[in-house]
């Protein structure tokens, strides 16, 4: 590799550091990444069809809102603290469709909106 292709490697290393201090990355990564996890849990698992509302496809929609949640913590650090706690609730409601059949995206959802809840903006100095 080359020396301009290792600074440049460098300076995108250094923006993207600057980017993620400047956000709640950690949380809106684990709310998006359980609200995938426990959407793919119901589709495979269940079988949902949209013909008609039924709590798998309720705790889908619930699902999608999660990631969302975790998506738009990302987008507008501004709104983190916010969007963490609608992001816990529409995990908690994604339950109703597979109670106990998406543990792992449960958990990293509410840990990832109490993380995004908690989080604070640098003060600048």
Not at 82 to 111: E, H, K, Q, Y
Request: with cysteine; hydrophobic share 55%.
């Amino acid at each position: 590799m080359s020396a301009e292709r290792r600074s440049q490697l460098s300076a995108h290393r250094a923006r993207f550091g600057e980017w993620q201090a400047s956000r709640p990355f950690l949380g809106g990564l684990l709310l998006a990444l359980g609200g995938v996890t426990v959407a793919l849990v119901m589709i495979f698992s269940a079988g949902i069809t949209f013909a008609r509302a039924t709590p798998s496809a309720l705790a889908l929609v619930a699902a999608t809102g999660t990631f969302l949640c975790g998506v738009f913590a990302l987008a507008k650090p501004a709104l983190a603290g916010l969007l963490g706690v609608v992001g816990v609730v529409s995990v908690v409601v994604s339950l109703v469709g597979t109670p106990f059949g998406a543990v792992l995206g449960v958990v990293c959802s509410i840990l990832g909106g109490n993380l995004c809840y908690a989080w604070q903006p640098e003060a600048d100095t």
